[in-house]
């Protein structure tokens, strides 16, 4: 579970800077129109591994509607999955510019600079999405941060971040699994036992889940519980490198 989950996650589902749109003309009405439609395909082909047609498809969307916001952000993620980080930043720095309230728009950018290591101003982007009060999904926003601060060995940040995660939305998996982790960092070994119990009771555990679980047993002495963990590991995952990382003492 990465940061850039929660990045491609979030525009699947919450594009949102729509609603802070002024009334337009008819023609310009229509300009968004073909500019929607250019972005929809833009995101299929995206989709489709097809990222030469992805791009042209984006670049046409902003010819028709250089102000429209998805159009914006979708190319600038394509951007940084072609390793074209300036123009990546040139893209979603604009998309905050043509919204600088919306919760998505602001949560996206926050995710690219804490990916480009800008901590402070990754930071600042989080902070203004979760200030907005339509942003849906403010957990999605938090995770992020707390993700960013945990990569940079942050580690009260992170927890605080997580902890109003899970407050916001009790079943969000990533928070849960990180604060688990921040926990285990920190010997709180009981309360990251809790916290994993509840990421794995929205489903099926990962590699990096079970590995946790093993190392929180083998943390509080309970040999039998963190063997399970590890046969678990070893039949799902055998070939993960998380599987290597189990003591070769481990019973199988």
Do not use: W
């Not at 749109?21 to 929809?40: L, T, W």
């Not at 300036?86 to 919760?103: C, D, F, I, M, S």
């Not at 949560?107 to 200030?131: T, W």
């Not at 309970?222 to 070769?248: G, H, I, M, T, W």
Request: glycine residues 4%.
């Amino acid at each position: 579970m990465r940061l850039k989950h929660a990045l491609a996650l979030l525009l699947i589902l919450a594009f949102s800077a729509g609603a802070y749109a002024a009334p337009r003309s008819k023609s310009s009405e229509k300009a968004r129109n073909a500019a929607e439609v250019h972005v929809a395909l833009g995101q299929r082909y995206m989709q489709q591994g097809r990222l030469e047609l992805a791009l042209e498809k984006l670049q046409k969307a902003l010819k028709f509607d250089s102000s429209y916001v998805d159009a914006h952000t979708v190319i600038a993620v394509l951007y940084e999955r072609i390793n074209d980080q300036k123009q990546a930043a040139e893209h979603y720095r604009r998309a905050v510019e043509l919204a600088p309230r919306n919760g998505a728009v602001n949560n996206n950018y926050g995710a690219f600079l804490c990916r480009a290591g800008k901590l402070d101003e990754a930071s600042q982007r989080f902070a203004a999405a979760v200030a907005d009060p339509f942003y849906q999904t403010p957990d999605m926003a938090y995770t992020n941060s707390g993700t960013c601060f945990q990569q940079a060995e942050k580690l009260e940040r992170a927890e605080q971040d997580f902890r109003k995660a899970v407050e916001l939305n009790p079943n969000n998996s990533e928070a849960l699994f990180h604060l688990a982790g921040v926990l285990f960092r920190k010997n709180d070994f009981l309360r990251a036992r809790a916290f994993l119990q509840r990421f794995e009771a929205l489903g099926t555990p990962s590699a990096d889940s079970l590995l946790l679980g093993f190392n929180i047993e083998t943390s509080l002495g309970n040999a039998r519980e963190a063997n399970e963990y590890a046969r678990r590991l070893r039949s799902e995952f055998p070939e993960s490198p998380q599987r290597q990382k189990l003591e070769p003492s481990t019973p199988s």
